[in-house]
């Protein structure tokens, strides 16, 4: 029944849009208002836009056009029945969002708006939406369009991460998987995408655009120092809420050790550990040094813990900041380099690509072999284990 009241902003910044196959109502309540709607067109593709007056309170003799991704003007519907609809037919030439104009010149009243695919054998995304809540939606075998609307939103697919291509687009993502281009889905207010494989947090961009760099990077370096692993993007996020929210490093630090204790077997870490035990571990993970701390660092430091100068927590801080003192020696420039190099990987890991492993022990085990990848002068042996090859979406 169309009796919807919905009005949308009158230019490119607008909030509405429609799918392909879809109908949307609006109304246009005073002169000179006028409605667009965004719409995800590809390129070789035959389109129809129609706009017709409401059956209630209808738009007399309403206007249609569709404009280009910049908002210019590309055509205007001039076919219709006498003064109830327009419509108008358009190949574009590009693919990408478009924009549907509805207007009604000095009149006012309801329209209903839609827009079909005319190419024989197209494959029309179809509607998938989500509620209020935090849904859990599932890609199908065909072109989706997918609304998680507000919530934490999570879509599934049943292939690998390495398998999809995902595009940053003006209103969300689109995501095309492998060997089946003409199913590619179209998202909008999706938080997460789920893989087989990895997952991928597509918040985390925003998120550590709000922390200053040094702070974002000290993070980063948390994980590789207590586990020699690059963060995963979720966690990465939770710690930056926390931080913002006046969590200090070394409690932060603190937690991480209290962490590595419940995955010793992976981390090296125990509640029973002896200080000298614990130094050495964050040698091998700060400094590169697989035989431990040098006799002169491991009295200093294992000291620093037995007198309380240092808690576990905050000696790990203090390493790092002596190894990053290190950068253009000659001598020992080169841990500095190496902790540099794992920091980049793990940005590039988790707040560009926005990467994660489906459970616990898979983060750590794999996060820990991308980082012993990283020399002191390579990062690409790294990132190839990384897996994922199209762009850095989230720029």
């Keep these: 029944m169309d009796t919807s009241s919905s009005d949308y902003p009158g230019d490119v910044s607008t909030t509405g849009v429609i799918g392909i196959g879809r109908t949307d109502y609006g109304v246009i309540d005073r002169v000179g208002d006028v409605d667009w709607f965004r719409v995800s067109l590809k390129a070789g593709q035959t389109y129809k836009f129609e706009i017709e007056a409401g059956s209630i309170n209808g738009l007399f003799d309403p206007q249609l056009s569709v404009h280009g991704m910049s908002g210019e003007l590309v ?44 190419t024989t054998g197209a494959v029309d995304p179809i509607p998938i939406t989500g509620t209020q809540a935090a849904d859990s939606l599932y890609s199908t075998s065909s072109a989706d369009s997918i609304d998680g609307g507000a919530g934490v939103d999570t879509v ?100 991480f050790y209290a962490a590595g204790v419940q995955h010793s077997s992976l981390t090296g870490f125990s509640a029973g550990m002896t200080n000298d035990d614990f130094v050495n571990v964050i040698y091998r993970n700060v400094l590169g040094r697989q035989g431990g701390a040098d006799a002169e660092g491991l009295a ?21 900041g002596s190894t990053h003192s290190f950068k253009g020696n000659t001598t020992w420039g080169w841990v500095a380099d190496l902790l540099d190099n794992k920091a980049t990987v793990s940005n590039q890991f988790a707040v560009q690509h926005g990467l994660g492993y489906t459970n616990a022990e898979t983060s750590i085990s794999e996060g820990m072999r991308i980082a012993a990848a990283v020399t002191a002068t390579d990062t690409q042996t790294a990132i190839s284990i990384i897996g994922v090859n199209d762009a850095l979406f989230l720029y």
Excluded at 159 to 165: D, F, L, P, Y
Excluded at 300 to 313: D, F, I, P, R, V
């Design 75 to 118: 055509i205007r519907a001039t076919v219709g029945q006498g003064f109830q609809s327009k419509h108008v037919e358009l190949t574009p030439t590009a693919a990408g969002d478009y924009f549907l104009v509805a207007s009604g010149d000095t009149l006012v009243g309801t329209y209903r708006i839609s827009a079909t695919n005319l």
């Design 156 to 255: 599934t697919y049943s292939g690998a991460r390495s398998g999809a291509t995902i595009t940053r687009t003006a209103t969300g993502y689109t995501v095309t998987q492998a060997g089946a281009p003409q199913d590619t889905d179209t998202l909008a207010n999706i938080e997460k995408l789920q893989f087989s494989d990895k997952t991928v947090n597509l918040t985390v961009r925003a998120s550590a655009s709000n922390l200053a760099a040094p702070d974002l990077k000290l993070l980063q370096e948390l994980y590789l120092a207590f586990f020699n692993r690059v963060p995963d993007a979720d966690g990465l996020e939770y710690w930056i809420s926390e931080f913002r929210a006046g969590t200090t490093i070394k409690q932060i630090a603190d937690a």
């Design 300 to 320: 200093y430091w294992s000291n620093a813990l037995a007198t309380g100068q240092e808690s576990k927590g905050s000696l790990v801080t203090s390493i790092l």
